[in-house]
């Protein structure tokens, strides 16, 4: 028999001294948390080494649960820490040194561990999950000995491995009895909000397979099928006063059956228009999300249709299994945390971009902002300054719905020959993915995507290709982009870069949200004809970003940008500038009005020609020839200097 993955002889018997240590110490606080931050750390070290996934829960002081919600009492220390763990059960890992920045973080966290080649047999003795266990052997005889887990709220976790046998997740096999194999559950030494912790059961036993009957009463008889899924009858069948519940079973049915997100969204809210009064779309969207966030698709995973995401009223709540749990959409802070030591503030490229951060870069067509990216994660990958600035060494992945294969590979070829990088430099791609970030299925396969390379910097170009079918001026649309973006730089620590294009006013193109939601926005500026580029920052949250210029350098295969020295550090025109002045050179005497500038803008709009008029004239590359006042049109010339 395999065990793998039981655990060794030394890590059950830390796990107990340090229990035994802690209930001797009760009486004095400051060894009890001492002790209790010790053991936490080193047992959730303990599974990972054995390869079994961990992740925090929050911890639970005086019986309250520490995240802050007064109404989280029968989840209180059993759902994850979404401070630490944003996306849930899908951040666990057997890392180690993310596992101790954890727990170094917030030392008395409770351990989730996540079920996958473990599933755990759950026997709740008050939900009369011991009258139906007793039932069991009495019938099929005593379970095999395995790993056995006293819960801190009185009843048994069975663990056993699954050993390349599917284990369906079933919630009520029997009255107060589930089957785990999806999701986690809290680990020993876990707090309970009663005071007593999460134990191994006495006894050296190793890790066991179910037997043959157990296995067929969770999964069903062999041969035995589903019957379909029929939207008509998950719609008549919903109760009144059930409706929230209602709409997660028919969510889960649509996972299970794995229904695209985007039809699910659509079903779930013709589903919801069926109720009196019709529930908030937005509340029944965070459904969909949540499941589809969470849960993998496939026939085998099944929403418990006991747990209630939200509340009649619309409002949600967080009440659940331990294996079943969607994380809180946000979490309450107390002010003691502003005080505490706060990690140093780490960077990507210096004064520019760290982990969790989300840049853009907006541009005109012929601004060579695609070049300078790439230039940038040739730097980035090779820890070399970029433009004068510190890069830190990091796993580098690019995302193109644009270029395309055979002009990116061109372009990324030039660049690490430009800088005579090697062709085993940290940087992945892929190109015309159709990744698009209007729905949670497409941010999770970039989660995904980015976890599986280990990404640290990820440059996407270009934004609207992510957004496809969606209203660029539209906040509604695309906040929840960013949004996305965001959590997915915060969940992997790493730093996304999207590459966007300019309006024909010569701002960024789309809604205000886009710079509201970004930390770093810059404008890059150059002609088709110059090698120059001009960035100007036009928001930057972290660090005081100065404007800065770049040469660049094209040769056969080879290209790569330079910091380009002050006198060589010229003005850009913008778009509307360029107009402005080639129009005026253009008519006679280089002179024209107002209205035949505006009247005759092509490659820009009208408004943008007047003001690019009136900030040329600021400049003094313009001067105003007519003799002004009321009812006199306003004429233009160019300077001596530029004819």
Same mark, same amino acid.
């Given at each position: 028999?395999?065990?793998?993955?039981?655990?060794?002889?030394?890590?059950?018997?830390?796990?107990?001294?340090?229990?035994?240590?802690?209930?001797?110490?009760?009486?004095?606080?400051?060894?009890?948390?001492?002790?209790s931050?010790?053991?936490? /750390?080193?047992?959730?070290?303990?599974?990972a080494?054995?390869?079994?996934?961990?992740?925090?829960?929050?911890?639970?002081?005086?019986?309250?649960?520490?995240?802050?919600?007064?109404?989280?009492?029968? !989840?209180?220390?059993?759902h994850?820490?979404g401070?630490?763990?944003?996306?849930?059960?899908? %951040?666990?890992?057997?890392?180690?040194?993310?596992?101790?920045?954890w727990?170094?973080?917030?030392?008395?966290?409770?351990?989730?561990?996540?079920?996958?080649?473990?599933? *755990?047999?759950?026997?709740?003795?008050?939900?009369?999950?011991? &009258?139906? *266990?007793?039932?069991?052997?009495?019938?099929?005889?005593?379970?095999?000995?395995?790993?056995?887990?006293?819960t801190?709220?009185?009843?048994?976790?069975?663990?056993?491995?699954?050993?390349?046998?599917?284990?369906s997740?079933?919630?009520? $096999?029997l009255?107060? /009895?589930?089957?785990?194999?999806?999701?986690?559950?809290?680990?020993p030494?876990?707090?309970?909000?009663s005071?007593?912790?999460?134990? #191994?059961?006495?006894?050296?036993h190793?890790?066991? &397979?179910?037997?043959?009957?157990?296995?067929?009463?969770?999964n069903?008889? +062999?041969?035995?099928?589903?019957?379909? #899924?029929?939207?008509a009858?998950?719609?008549?069948?919903?109760? =009144?006063?059930?409706?929230?519940?209602?709409?997660?079973?028919?969510?889960?049915?649509? @996972? !299970?059956?794995?229904?695209?997100?985007?039809?699910?969204?659509?079903?779930?809210?013709?589903?919801?228009r069926?109720?009196?009064?019709v529930?908030?779309?937005?509340?029944?969207?965070?459904?969909?999300?949540?499941?589809?966030? /969470?849960?993998?698709?496939?026939?085998?995973?099944?929403?418990?249709?006991?747990?209630d995401?939200? %509340?009649? %009223?619309?409002?949600?709540?967080?009440?659940?299994?331990?294996?079943?749990?969607?994380? =809180? +959409? *946000?979490?309450?802070?107390?002010?003691?945390?502003?005080?505490?030591?706060?990690?140093?503030?780490?960077?990507?490229?210096?004064d520019? /971009?760290?982990?969790?951060?989300?840049?853009?870069?907006?541009?005109?067509?012929?601004? =060579?902002?695609?070049?300078?990216?790439?230039d940038?994660?040739?730097?980035?990958?090779?820890?070399?300054?970029?433009?004068g600035?510190?890069? #830190? =060494?990091?796993?580098?992945?690019?995302?193109?719905?644009?270029?395309?294969?055979?002009?990116?590979?061109?372009?990324?070829?030039?660049c690490?020959?430009?800088?005579?990088?090697?062709?085993?430099? +940290?940087?992945?791609?892929?190109?015309?993915?159709?990744i698009?970030?209007?729905?949670?299925?497409?941010?999770?396969f970039?989660?995904?995507?980015i976890?599986?390379?280990?990404?640290?910097?990820?440059?996407?170009?270009?934004?609207?290709?992510?957004?496809?079918?969606?209203?660029?001026?539209?906040?509604?649309?695309m906040a929840?982009?960013?949004? @996305?973006?965001?959590?997915?730089?915060?969940s992997?620590q790493?730093?996304?870069w999207? $590459?966007?294009?300019?309006?024909?006013?010569?701002?960024? @193109?789309?809604?205000?949200?886009?710079?509201?939601?970004?930390?770093?926005?810059?404008?890059?500026?150059?002609?088709?004809?110059?090698?120059?580029?001009?960035f100007?920052?036009?928001?930057?949250?972290?660090?005081l970003?100065?404007? #800065?210029?770049?040469?660049?350098?094209?040769?056969?295969?080879? *290209?790569?940008?330079?910091?380009?020295g002050?006198? @060589?550090?010229?003005?850009?025109?913008?778009?509307s500038?360029?107009?402005?002045?080639g129009?005026?050179?253009?008519?006679? !005497?280089?002179?024209?009005?107002?209205?035949?500038?505006?009247?005759?803008?092509?490659?820009?709009?009208?408004?943008?020609?007047?003001?690019?008029?009136?900030?040329?004239?600021?400049?003094?590359?313009?001067?105003?020839?007519?003799?002004?006042?009321?009812?006199?049109?306003?004429?233009?010339?160019?300077?001596?200097?530029?004819?």
């Amino acid at each position: 028999m395999s065990t793998t993955h039981e655990l060794p002889q030394d890590v059950r018997d830390l796990i107990k001294a340090k229990l035994a240590n802690i209930k001797k110490n009760r009486t004095q606080k400051n060894a009890t948390l001492t002790d209790s931050a010790t053991i936490m /750390i080193d047992a959730a070290l303990g599974y990972a080494r054995r390869d079994i996934p961990v992740l925090p829960l929050w911890s639970v002081v005086d019986g309250r649960c520490c995240c802050g919600d007064a109404a989280c009492v029968q !989840n209180a220390g059993k759902h994850p820490d979404g401070d630490l763990v944003p996306h849930g059960v899908n %951040d666990a890992t057997t890392d180690e040194k993310r596992i101790r920045a954890w727990w170094t973080n917030k030392p008395d966290s409770n351990i989730g561990i996540r079920a996958g080649k473990i599933w *755990f047999f759950d026997v709740d003795p008050k939900n009369r999950g011991g &009258e139906s *266990f007793t039932k069991l052997v009495e019938e099929h005889g005593a379970l095999p000995p395995t790993i056995t887990v006293r819960t801190g709220g009185g009843g048994n976790h069975y663990w056993f491995m699954t050993n390349g046998v599917s284990i369906s997740q079933r919630i009520g $096999v029997l009255p107060g /009895i589930d089957a785990i194999s999806k999701g986690y559950v809290v680990a020993p030494p876990s707090l309970h909000k009663s005071g007593n912790r999460y134990e #191994f059961a006495p006894g050296e036993h190793e890790l066991a &397979e179910a037997p043959g009957w157990l296995v067929e009463l969770i999964n069903g008889q +062999p041969g035995e099928k589903k019957p379909p #899924f029929d939207t008509a009858s998950a719609f008549a069948d919903a109760p =009144k006063g059930k409706r929230y519940k209602t709409l997660l079973s028919l969510t889960g049915k649509l @996972r !299970n059956a794995a229904v695209p997100y985007e039809a699910a969204v659509i079903t779930v809210l013709e589903a919801s228009r069926k109720f009196n009064p019709v529930p908030e779309e937005k509340n029944v969207t965070k459904i969909v999300d949540s499941v589809y966030g /969470i849960y993998p698709p496939g026939p085998e995973i099944t929403i418990d249709p006991s747990w209630d995401a939200f %509340d009649d %009223d619309g409002v949600p709540h967080d009440q659940g299994h331990d294996a079943e749990n969607v994380p =809180k +959409p *946000f979490v309450i802070h107390w002010a003691r945390e502003a005080l505490e030591p706060q990690p140093a503030r780490e960077w990507v490229i210096q004064d520019l /971009i760290g982990p969790g951060d989300v840049a853009v870069t907006v541009g005109d067509a012929g601004s =060579k902002k695609t070049w300078s990216h790439l230039d940038q994660c040739v730097c980035v990958a090779m820890s070399e300054e970029w433009l004068g600035r510190r890069t #830190f =060494k990091s796993t580098v992945l690019i995302v193109d719905e644009e270029s395309g294969e055979r002009r990116l590979k061109m372009r990324l070829g030039d660049c690490m020959r430009g800088h005579e990088a090697g062709a085993d430099l +940290p940087i992945r791609f892929t190109t015309l993915a159709g990744i698009t970030l209007s729905c949670q299925d497409g941010a999770n396969f970039l989660h995904s995507v980015i976890r599986e390379t280990g990404a640290r910097f990820v440059m996407m170009d270009a934004l609207q290709d992510f957004a496809l079918g969606m209203d660029e001026n539209s906040g509604k649309e695309m906040a929840p982009v960013i949004h @996305r973006l965001r959590k997915i730089a915060e969940s992997c620590q790493c730093a996304i870069w999207l $590459v966007h294009h300019l309006n024909k006013q010569g701002g960024y @193109r789309g809604h205000s949200s886009i710079k509201g939601l970004v930390d770093l926005m810059l404008h890059c500026d150059s002609d088709t004809t110059s090698n120059l580029i001009q960035f100007t920052a036009d928001k930057a949250r972290d660090s005081l970003v100065t404007p #800065f210029t770049a040469q660049t350098h094209f040769e056969i295969g080879r *290209f790569w940008l330079s910091e380009a020295g002050a006198k @060589r550090a010229v003005e850009i025109l913008s778009r509307s500038e360029r107009y402005v002045i080639g129009f005026l050179e253009k008519q006679p !005497n280089q002179t024209a009005t107002m209205t035949d500038i505006m009247g005759n803008a092509d490659s820009c709009s009208p408004e943008a020609a007047r003001r690019a008029v009136y900030k040329l004239a600021g400049n003094e590359k313009l001067v105003r020839v007519d003799a002004g006042g009321r009812g006199v049109l306003a004429s233009y010339r160019l300077r001596e200097v530029l004819l």
